[in-house]
């Protein structure tokens, strides 16, 4: 859009952007806007051991509509301390204490931009409901994945299984340890520790964007969808984790490097010590 805009007519342009957005929108009714997935992210990793959004209570209430039933400062108070607000005998908290079997849930400490995300995702539940309950499909952690999913990463690594924008498989420039006698292209470095050096937060961003000098003109156009980037990234949890072993040459010069180290290192502790401080036993 923004190209056919710089293309030279910019009025039309502009006045269609209202129109298209729209029908973006009803597209996906579902997509949650930026706020509302980190906070649907927060909940999953701080609420969800206790509370839904919208799937009945467990150790604490549903709390889908939460903010329609009570309101935001109390529930902003409740979230930040429920041990004070119940011991300062408030009728809504003693009640919710009794109800949930005298359980106290434990104080949350979440800052002002934490509480607004958290906020709008609660919003858009209640007023969306199915999937606008649920964090997005990226959101995920990698580590949580199922075999199945791990091995639909690969097979979309490895191209087995075309990617729905029609980008190339990533095998043609990466190669993954594990993957096959021939091995994966060499342009790109391979990926193999990349989970395990960018984490969860590192490897999110990424692989939404594929923003590297290389990659950003293939993938630009052909983005992965939300279930390939969590595909992918589970692949790539598990090639950091999995037990196989690296290639042997490879392991004899690591223990090349490590033997030298260690031996650096034991002549500097043993013989140091003794020539400097010669009245030492
Ligand atoms: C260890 C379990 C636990 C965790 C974790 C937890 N809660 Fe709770 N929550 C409860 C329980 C139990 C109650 C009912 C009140 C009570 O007994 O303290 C409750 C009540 C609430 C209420 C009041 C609901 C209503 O109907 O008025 C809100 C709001 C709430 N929790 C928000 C949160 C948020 C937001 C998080 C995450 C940042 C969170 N809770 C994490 C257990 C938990
Ligand atoms: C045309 C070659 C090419 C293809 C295809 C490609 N990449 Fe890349 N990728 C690169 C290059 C080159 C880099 C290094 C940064 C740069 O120079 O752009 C890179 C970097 C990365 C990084 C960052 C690695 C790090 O440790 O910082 C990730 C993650 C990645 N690619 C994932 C993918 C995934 C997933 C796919 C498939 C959907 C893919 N790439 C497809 C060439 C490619």
Redesign the pocket.
């Known amino acids: 859009m923004r190209t056919q805009a710089q293309g030279g007519r910019p009025r039309p342009a502009r006045r269609f952007v209202p129109v298209i957005q729209l029908l973006a929108m009803l597209a996906a009714p579902a997509a949650l806007a930026q706020g509302a997935q980190q906070g649907a992210q927060?909940?999953t990793q701080?609420?969800a051991?206790?509370?839904t959004a919208g799937e009945g209570d467990r150790?604490?209430?549903?709390?889908r509509g939460?903010l329609d039933?009570?309101d935001e400062a109390?529930?902003t108070r409740?979230?930040q301390s429920?041990?004070a607000l119940?011991d300062s005998g408030d009728p809504?908290?003693s009640e919710?204490?009794k109800?949930?079997?005298?359980?106290?849930?434990?104080d949350?400490s979440?800052n002002d931009t934490e509480r607004a995300n958290?906020f709008a995702f609660f919003r858009e539940c209640t007023a969306k409901g199915g999937s606008a309950c649920k964090p997005s499909a990226a959101a995920k952690m990698g580590t949580d994945a199922t075999p199945e999913e791990v091995a639909l990463g690969r097979r979309l690594f490895e191209g087995g299984e075309p990617l729905a924008n029609g980008g190339p498989a990533c095998i043609g420039c990466h190669d993954v340890r594990g993957i096959g006698v021939a091995g994966g292209g060499t342009l790109g470095p391979n990926l193999t520790f990349t989970f395990a050096k960018q984490g969860e937060r590192g490897i999110r961003p990424l692989l939404a964007k594929l923003d590297t000098p290389l990659m950003r003109e293939l993938y630009a156009k052909a983005p992965l969808t939300e279930e390939e980037q969590y595909a992918v990234k589970a692949y790539l949890a598990d090639a950091s984790r999995d037990g196989s072993k690296p290639r042997k040459d490879k392991d004899f010069f690591f223990l090349g490097v490590v033997g030298l180290l260690a031996a650096l290192g034991f002549i500097g502790i043993v013989w140091g010590p003794r020539g400097k401080d010669p009245h030492h036993p």
């Open positions: 927060l909940f701080r609420c051991s206790c509370h150790v604490g209430p549903d709390l939460v039933r009570r109390w529930v409740f979230i429920p041990g119940i809504v908290a919710l204490l109800k949930f079997n005298g359980i106290r849930m434990p949350q979440l958290l």
